[in-house]
């Protein structure tokens, strides 16, 4: 499930095309209509759907036609790859256990927003990415794993969020395996 650029999915499904990797694609859902990581999508061939929130009476709503949808194409791990939106907690409870997401900070520390910012703001050598579990309180399920990047010294918000990014791109497809695996 994506909201924008989808450079986490992209990696997701280089990995399932390129590896014997234990899992297929069955679909890529949006909330956001012009998210680019959709067309990337198709250009897979792969299922496409959006799912926005004002096309609902409310959250829950919202994310019961999700359930519906990835239930229809036969779903039975739910990827978060920068889904910018907070699932409803009866979501969360359906899929524990079969949905996860991609983080980037090694949590707990720094959940929510502007993670680079915020580890550059605290002088910290040590940034990185989590792949967890989702449960309904933000940024607070079981790790499943964590790459650490450096802070270099004459690092920005920009030049720290794409070594980030490059780690997360590694990382993602080595946690869903890892979740495959020992499920
Ligand atoms: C990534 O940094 C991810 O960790 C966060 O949102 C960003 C999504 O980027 N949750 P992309 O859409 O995968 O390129």
Known sequence: MISGRGSNMSAL????????????????????PDATGLETAKNHGLNTAVHALKSYADKTTTDRAITANLEQWGAEIVCLAGFMRIVSDE???????????????LLPKYKGLNTHQRALDAGDKVHGATVHHVVPELDAGPVIVQQEVPILPDDNVETLENRVLQAEHLLYPAALAKLIRTH
């Open 13 to 32: 499904i280089e990995a399932v095309e390129a590896t014997d990797f234990p899992a297929q694609i069955v679909g890529v859902i949006s909330n956001k």
């Open 91 to 105: 979501f969360a409870k359906h899929w524990q256990g079969r949905l996860i997401n991609i983080h980037p900070s």
